[in-house]
């Protein structure tokens, strides 16, 4: 069994990485789906554009998704009431578009229609579906009270749509990407500084080379380079498990599936097996990682595993999308609340929109502004998210296993063939100790999200640095 994505394999091991100084009109920072797609939907503007990944396009989150297409989604029941009607219509709009630029271009990316369910297994929570059914109604979406053909799981009220499809996010990324005729595309670049000098940005790559913008794009997970919107405040992360696999049962159809409760059950299937999520906890202080993988068998509902991973997503106080314009010629993309196709596919518009002066999609700036007022509510979820955060913090300082030595400033992992792996021991963002993830053989940062590789290379998060150790 790999303990890597199912979506990994379709990854391009090609590098082109920036090896000179340039100069353009519009810089995507992020070589995931949101930046691909904003690059798409700039790319016959006229304008010089460029993208940079620090890793291989596609690698981050977008290559650790389930990558279920509906409009049933968890998140609905936690978005405040007045939000729900626009933000399901940008969710609509977005899916509008994906199926067009698949359509238009006959692009092959196992993209089918299923059949979609969001239950619950607690009747307290039956009143909150009841509110997605009239948002449904509302919006002349047609569904079935029917529960989904899972016998293990106790379902006590569910909706069905018919409307929902499934996708291979990586093949589908490529293909967005080749068409993108007028980008230059650089990953294994990473940026380590942004500046903004004479109404020009100045972004600084860490082998030295430099990119002169006018306009900047941030289509990252965690943006790290926005110290002034206070975003480890602001946002928490969640840490999911996944695993694929042949499942236990047959139901003769594929089909699609979430619940609304605290305990987090996905499935959905591709090429005739099983992905199936669950374990989703904060990640600043709740993750267990050998314990939450145990978790992926606990329903038996995969038979055997082809393989596991886990991911991380980014959830704002209000579960909306942070999709808009920052600062003057300043952009940003993130936020999706582990439902990033549709909205990336708004918010991409959305931000072309804005770049090239235009009106539509624009009735979405305002629900997504990263900029909007903090309600008494959102106080209060970010005062939750401090309290995480220190204990991210205080995680980190006590963290023991049986696998790994640790010294005042290092920890050192010996791996079953005897060799020894030697990293710093706390994070270049913010100086919280890393955990050692014993599943994917990572360092992980509670506090933030940063990933490290064995070898100290940062792999996710907001960490800019890598935590090598050079051995002499």
Same mark, same amino acid.
């Given at each position: 069994?790999? *303990?890597?994505?199912?979506?990994?394999?379709?990854? +391009?091991? *090609?590098e082109?990485?920036?090896d000179?100084?340039?100069?353009?009109?519009?810089?995507?920072?992020?070589?995931?789906?949101s930046?691909?797609?904003?690059?798409?939907?700039?790319?016959?503007?006229?304008?010089?554009?460029?993208?940079?990944?620090?890793?291989?396009?596609?690698?981050?989150?977008?290559?650790k998704?389930t990558a279920?297409v509906?409009?049933?989604?968890?998140?609905?029941?936690?978005? $405040?009431?007045k939000?729900?009607?626009?933000?399901?219509?940008?969710?609509?709009?977005? @899916? %509008?578009?994906?199926?067009?630029?698949? #359509?238009d271009?006959? @692009?092959?990316?196992c993209f089918?229609?299923?059949?979609?369910?969001?239950?619950?297994?607690?009747?307290? *929570?039956?009143?909150?579906?009841?509110?997605?059914?009239?948002?449904?109604?509302?919006?002349k979406?047609?569904?079935?009270?029917?529960?989904?053909?899972?016998?293990?799981i106790?379902?006590?009220?569910?909706?069905?749509? $018919?409307?929902?499809?499934?996708?291979?996010?990586?093949?589908?990324?490529?293909?967005?990407?080749?068409?993108?005729?007028?980008?230059?595309? &650089?990953?294994h670049?990473?940026?380590? #500084?942004?500046?903004?000098?004479?109404?020009?940005f100045?972004?600084?790559?860490?082998?030295?080379?430099?990119i002169?913008?006018?306009?900047?794009?941030?289509?990252?997970? &965690?943006?790290y380079?926005?110290?002034?919107?206070?975003?480890?405040?602001?946002?928490?992360?969640e840490?999911?498990?996944?695993?694929?696999?042949?499942?236990?049962?047959?139901?003769?159809?594929?089909?699609?599936?979430?619940?609304?409760?605290?305990?987090v059950?996905?499935?959905?299937?591709?090429?005739?097996?099983?992905? &199936?999520?669950?374990?989703? %906890?904060?990640?600043?202080?709740?993750?267990?990682?050998?314990?939450n /993988?145990?978790?992926?068998? !606990?329903n038996? @509902?995969?038979? +055997?595993?082809?393989?596991?991973?886990?991911?991380? !997503?980014l /959830?704002?106080s209000?579960?909306?999308p942070?999709?808009?314009r920052?600062?003057?010629?300043? &952009?940003?993309?993130?936020?999706?609340?582990a439902?990033?196709i549709?909205?990336?596919?708004?918010?991409?518009?959305?931000?072309?929109?804005?770049?090239?002066?235009?009106?539509?999609?624009?009735?979405?700036?305002?629900?997504f502004?990263? =900029?909007?007022?903090?309600?008494?509510?959102?106080?209060?979820?970010?005062?939750?998210?401090?309290?995480?955060?220190?204990?991210?913090?205080?995680?980190?300082?006590f963290?023991?296993?049986?696998?790994v030595?640790?010294s005042?400033?290092?920890?050192?992992?010996?791996? *079953?063939?005897?060799?020894?792996?030697?990293?710093?021991?706390?994070?270049?963002?913010?100086?919280?100790?890393l955990?050692?993830?014993e599943?994917?053989?990572?360092?992980?940062?509670?506090?933030?999200?940063? =990933?490290?590789?064995?070898?100290g290379?940062?792999?996710?998060?907001?960490?800019?640095?890598?935590?090598?150790?050079d051995?002499?």
């Amino acid at each position: 069994m790999e *303990n890597k994505s199912i979506w990994s394999k379709y990854l +391009e091991k *090609n590098e082109k990485i920036l090896d000179k100084n340039i100069s353009v009109d519009v810089l995507i920072i992020g070589g995931g789906i949101s930046g691909v797609l904003t690059a798409y939907n700039l790319n016959n503007s006229g304008l010089k554009i460029a993208l940079v990944e620090r890793n291989e396009i596609g690698s981050g989150i977008t290559s650790k998704m389930t990558a279920k297409v509906t409009l049933l989604q968890d998140i609905l029941t936690k978005i $405040d009431e007045k939000d729900l009607d626009l933000y399901l219509k940008s969710q609509i709009d977005g @899916l %509008k578009i994906l199926k067009s630029i698949i #359509e238009d271009n006959n @692009l092959d990316c196992c993209f089918k229609k299923n059949t979609s369910y969001l239950y619950t297994i607690k009747k307290s *929570n039956i009143k909150k579906l009841d509110k997605i059914k009239k948002v449904l109604e509302d919006n002349k979406i047609s569904f079935q009270e029917e529960n989904p053909p899972l016998s293990s799981i106790p379902v006590v009220s569910s909706i069905k749509i $018919d409307n929902s499809y499934e996708i291979n996010p990586i093949l589908y990324l490529k293909q967005v990407k080749n068409m993108c005729n007028n980008v230059q595309f &650089y990953d294994h670049t990473n940026i380590v #500084e942004v500046l903004k000098e004479d109404k020009k940005f100045i972004v600084k790559a860490e082998n030295g080379n430099t990119i002169t913008s006018k306009i900047v794009v941030f289509a990252t997970n &965690y943006p790290y380079f926005l110290k002034p919107l206070f975003f480890p405040i602001k946002v928490k992360l969640e840490k999911s498990y996944i695993g694929y696999g042949k499942p236990n049962f047959s139901t003769g159809k594929d089909f699609n599936c979430i619940n609304i409760d605290k305990d987090v059950h996905s499935i959905r299937f591709y090429d005739n097996k099983m992905i &199936y999520l669950t374990g989703s %906890k904060i990640n600043a202080s709740k993750v267990n990682d050998a314990k939450n /993988f145990l978790k992926l068998t !606990d329903n038996n @509902l995969i038979k +055997e595993f082809d393989c596991m991973w886990s991911n991380i !997503d980014l /959830f704002p106080s209000d579960y909306l999308p942070i999709m808009g314009r920052i600062f003057d010629n300043m &952009y940003i993309l993130t936020g999706y609340s582990a439902w990033g196709i549709l909205s990336s596919h708004i918010g991409s518009c959305l931000l072309v929109s804005l770049i090239l002066k235009k009106k539509k999609y624009l009735k979405y700036q305002e629900l997504f502004n990263p =900029r909007k007022k903090i309600t008494m509510k959102k106080f209060v979820n970010s005062s939750f998210n401090v309290y995480e955060n220190i204990n991210g913090f205080l995680k980190g300082i006590f963290a023991k296993n049986k696998l790994v030595f640790y010294s005042k400033d290092k920890a050192i992992y010996v791996s *079953n063939d005897g060799y020894c792996y030697i990293v710093k021991r706390k994070c270049p963002h913010l100086k919280c100790n890393l955990l050692f993830n014993e599943v994917e053989k990572t360092w992980d940062c509670p506090c933030h999200g940063s =990933r490290f590789d064995l070898f100290g290379n940062v792999i996710a998060g907001p960490s800019k640095y890598n935590i090598k150790v050079d051995v002499k």
